[in-house]
């Protein structure tokens, strides 16, 4: 296999790519949170919130693969069990199954960490010159700080 020539040094690859298996931890940590809870809300509000969990679920399932992806094209093996998940995912599981409510406070608190690894692998892509990866995270920041805000408006 030959070498990779792209324009960023391997310190460079090697700093964002684990910035970046961070970013798919989370952003796999909170897609299964989501898909819990659209699978086990109740309530008065159930239609609307399995329907929007739905949406929310589907579109962390593309962003994982993205992300995953994008740290291969690094050069770098992207991160797939649930263990590594645990050990990199700044994002903690719930261990029951709350309320409607409160799966909206846990699922808005979930994006904001995402946002926060978002910035910290920005950082890191734009310190290695790294214009893909950058993009590809300040994308992602923009999708999660939405739907935090969103997720916090339902909740007031």
Known sequence: MSSINTGIDEAGRMNTGEGLKKLLADSYTLYLQTHNFHWNVTGPRFRELH?????????LAAAVDEIAERIRSLDQVAPGTYRQFSTLSSISEVEDVPNADRM????????????MTCRDVLQRAQHAGDESSAALVSDRMRVHEKTAWMLRAMAS
Request: hydrophobic fraction near 45%; charged fraction near 30%; glycine fraction near 10%.
């Open 104 to 115: 909206v406070e846990v699922l808005g608190a979930g994006h904001e960490k995402v946002v």
């Open 51 to 59: 329907l929007m969990f739905e949406e929310q679920y589907t579109e």
